[in-house]
């Protein structure tokens, strides 16, 4: 028909209509107060860094969210859905630089840019709760967070390794080092520094880190696994050696002791008497003493540090190829006495336990390669506690017995390990311990796009607090950018000089600014009272709001900001600021979006752009695709094909929908809910009852998904199976052959299950059907059991084993209904005419099996 010819779905009409009417109406994503009533529920995805351009992996993660949001909305509750912008950042100067624009402008740009393409999407965010880290009623709340640290003994300063360029003079961070170099002089080395830096002692917290994991049941095994391991947790006993006399005598002979002490940690102190040499981190103390006689030891391990550093810069310590030198010292066993070698190796790691080790490669992989490397004597101390069990070395298990230990022979792994370490405690050389791989938390960065640290040096009280009405300390907005000597704000004299607080004597300010995770560690706790100007939020506001019911963002996560902003809500509830000890009950990690087998980037030249997608297709159809092409927690191969298609099938529920409208219009009877006036006509009966159903079963099923097992891809599937069944009985549809109360609770039901997905046109057939209000604030509808029953099967028939036909049967069916029917299917009694019917088997509900000769 030529009418239909022009009327087509054209989201490039419907969409901006209605993205004016939401932005007009301010209440429409709003969070309420607690009084309304309601229950609550907070659902979040992690705030992006503001680059200008919203990517196709910000897309799915928003779209995961925003159809959560929308779906609990229209289930009654009071939803927090909040957005804002991790504005901090080496990019914003990086882009200052290169384009001589100021970090705050050009970052404030970016973020219009980003918001108008989220507005444009028709994501539901309250944006009056929006925060942006870059802008000091923020950032003077981690000057404020920083400062009660402070009091509370969590922050120290202490010297450590950063990234130096001596071409730059400056520090550079890991991601401006490139192949060892820096990435503005290519041929420049980066050296490792010592530089006196600020941290945060999240190791304070790593125990109750570690234990929390345990209960946070609605987060992702991999990740809690990955923290884990990040968080490293080993129980050990420390243990001294004595640094031998230097005398001319070997291994294993006794020495004396000259009173310097080499603590070491070991998980396996059973294996103790076992230990042929003690290997110490290049960085140890004591290497420096022994280099500092000794420069052919010193150039050795000189190359050690080097080895260690490179794989560092590689990330790939754990692979790294074993190296060491001995030193020519001996250590002292405390347990007996002997003498055993001290060594230098490259994988001893000085952050890690004490920065030494004893080696055991009777009974330890690593000692083991070591040792049959340098050729090293290897010890048996210990053999399995079941004979039958072969002792080849190295023998790592604990389930084992001592041997070659003296007076400890005989003893249990177990056994051992106590006795030994109450020797040590008694004999003051050692004690249990506990050892964590977590590191406390570097804060410093050599930086100006960040939170500047509220810290005064002065020359007679040393360091000062700013005090509290002083902040915020704020960033001086115009600075010479040049990444070269030192920290940008050590070169604002207005910023540096100061007074001291406690004298009032000249004074010097931090020059250092915050690590930008300290503005993602606690933002959206920011939320829930974002205006607050005299304190970071209102404890009873985040008290009603926390934990997160549902947060969602990118595995890559897993660390580093998720445990920052685990430690950060332990911290505040110590505080006394909130009550909850995590801060959210749930974690739901995405898949990556890739194209043509790879992770969309720039370099590959494999980007899609949103807005290209949304000109193209429309939001809706975008944001579907990006829900229905793969699970969402697995990665999604971006397919234009399938944009096209997703943007086909709405147009098909806009055709169909439109169609019917008016029919559906004029059964419309606000005073009666609807399933009333259906069943005044009695039960439902033929086509009614077949469309009927598929909506009931499909109701049910994206129901399901929701409340957790987010197969929105198999939801949105389901949906298209109601349109094609609907689509199919078009002619019976016009000829009235469904009573209009069926037809237009199909309809009405259709728009609200898409309205999550695809809300914009959910909106427009809502008005379309003549329905009041907005569609998000429509109740969610709810699947009569009784109606999605099926009432017939399909059994599979096979003859010998092999599939032959299908047969439908009442869903009650009995085995000799079910016998019965599949013997009179036609097909069934051709296979079998002239044959003998050997045996029937019937699995009710699931098959038939025949068996003819
Ligand atoms: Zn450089
Ligand atoms: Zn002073």
């Not at 053999?383 to 039958?388: L, N």
């Not at 009995?814 to 029937?840: F, P």
Request: net charge negative; aromatic share 10%.
């Amino acid at each position: 028909m030529a009418e239909e010819n022009e009327l087509r779905y054209d989201p490039a009409t419907i969409e901006p209509k209605w993205q004016q009417r939401w932005a007009s109406d301010p209440t429409l994503y709003a969070a309420e107060p607690a009084s309304c009533g309601k229950p609550k529920y907070y659902v979040l995805e992690m705030l992006p860094y503001p680059s200008g351009q919203l990517h196709m992996g910000h897309v799915r993660n928003y779209s995961i969210g925003d159809a959560l949001a929308r779906h609990m909305w229209m289930r009654g509750y009071n939803v927090l859905h909040p957005m804002g912008w991790d504005a901090f950042g080496l990019p914003a100067e990086n882009a200052a630089l290169k384009n001589n624009a100021p970090p705050r402008e050009w970052t404030l740009a970016n973020i219009a840019a980003m918001k108008r393409q989220m507005e444009r999407l028709g994501l539901g965010y309250d944006w009056a709760t929006e925060v942006t880290t870059c802008l000091p009623e923020y950032y003077r709340w981690n000057q404020w967070f920083f400062l009660r640290m402070y009091e509370k003994g969590l922050v120290t300063r202490k010297k450590s390794k950063v990234n130096w360029c001596p071409e730059c003079a400056t520090v550079l961070a890991n991601e401006q080092v490139v192949d060892g170099c820096c990435w503005r002089h290519e041929s420049t080395l980066v050296e490792q520094r010592d530089l006196v830096q600020w941290f945060f002692r999240i190791t304070e917290y790593a125990q109750e880190l570690l234990d929390g994991l345990d209960k946070l049941e609605g987060w992702p095994e991999k990740v809690r696994t990955m923290q884990r391991n990040w968080i490293g947790r080993s129980e050990g006993t420390e243990v001294d050696f004595f640094l031998a006399e230097k005398v001319d005598q070997g291994s294993g002979t006794k020495g004396l002791g000259t009173g310097t002490r080499i603590r070491v940690f070991t998980t396996r102190v059973d294996t103790i008497l076992g230990a042929t040499s003690v290997q110490l981190a290049p960085q140890h103390a004591l290497v420096a003493e022994f280099t500092a006689v000794d420069p052919e030891l010193k150039t050795q391990v000189d190359e050690l540090i080097e080895q260690q550093q490179r794989a560092r810069e590689a990330g790939d310590l754990g692979a790294i190829e074993k190296h060491g030198v001995p030193t020519g010292r001996f250590a002292i066993n405390p347990y007996n006495g002997q003498r055993v070698p001290i060594w230098v190796a490259n994988y001893i790691l000085a952050d890690y336990g004490t920065g030494a080790i004893m080696s055991v490669p009777g009974h330890d992989e690593r000692d083991f390669e070591f040792a049959t490397k340098y050729g090293l004597p290897i010890v048996q101390v210990i053999k399995p506690a079941d004979s039958s069990v072969s002792a080849e070395l190295p023998f790592c298990s604990e389930d084992g017995v001592l041997v070659n230990s003296g007076e400890y022979n005989g003893l249990s792994c177990e056994e051992a390990q106590k006795r030994l370490q109450e020797i040590a405690a008694a004999e003051g050389f050692g004690e249990a311990s506990v050892t964590f791989r977590l590191k406390d938390w570097g804060v410093s960065r050599q930086r100006y796009w960040g939170t500047p640290i509220p810290m005064i040096h002065c020359e007679k009280d040393g360091l000062v607090q700013v005090p509290d009405d002083e902040l915020p300390v704020v960033l001086p907005a115009q600075v010479e950018i040049t990444q070269q000597g030192g920290s940008p704000l050590g070169r604002v004299p207005e910023f540096l000089h100061t007074t001291c607080p406690k004298c009032g004597g000249p004074a010097r300010r931090e020059t250092d600014t915050m690590d930008t995770f300290v503005d993602s560690s606690w933002y959206f706790y920011r939320y829930t009272d974002a205006k607050n100007a005299n304190a970071p939020f209102d404890p009873k506001a985040a008290q009603y709001w926390f934990p997160i019911d549902q947060s969602i963002g990118g595995v890559e996560h897993a660390i580093l900001h998720l445990i920052y902003s685990r430690f950060w809500t332990k911290m505040m509830r110590d505080l006394g600021l909130i009550v909850n000890d995590e801060p959210a009950r749930r974690l739901f990690t995405q898949g990556m979006v890739i194209k043509d087998g790879a992770k969309m980037s720039k370099s590959k030249g494999n980007v899609v752009a949103p807005d290209e997608m949304v000109g193209r297709y429309g939001a809706d159809a975008t944001r579907m695709y990006a829900l229905f092409a793969a699970p969402p927690d697995r990665d999604l191969d971006w397919q234009e094909d399938g944009v096209a298609g997703v943007s086909r099938f709405l147009g098909r529920v806009w055709r169909l929908v439109t169609k019917y409208a008016e029919a559906a219009r004029a059964e419309r009877i606000d005073s009666h809910p609807f399933r009333n006036e259906r069943g005044k006509d009695g039960a439902p009966s033929g086509l009614a009852l077949k469309l009927l159903r598929k909506l009931h079963q499909t109701i049910a099923k994206v129901t399901l998904d929701f409340e957790g097992r987010w197969h929105f891809n198999t939801c949105v599937a389901a949906i298209m199976e109601l349109v094609n069944d609907m689509q199919a009985a078009d002619a019976q549809l016009e000829a009235g052959e469904v009573a209009a109360p069926v037809v237009r609770e199909l309809l009405r039901s259709l728009v609200l299950l898409l309205a999550p997905f695809a809300p914009y046109l959910a909106a427009e057939l809502w008005e379309e059907l003549g329905e009041e209000g907005n569609v998000l604030r429509a109740p969610w509808p709810v699947s009569d059991a009784e109606l999605a029953r099926e009432d017939e099967l399909e059994i599979p028939v096979q003859i010998n084993g092999r599939l032959v036909t299908v047969v439908r049967v009442a869903a009650d069916a009995d085995s000799k209904a079910i016998e019965a029917a599949a013997l009179a299917n036609e097909k069934v009694r051709a296979r079998t005419a002239g044959k003998t019917l050997a045996k029937v088997i019937v699995v009710p509900g699931k098959l038939v099996n025949l068996v003819v000769k």
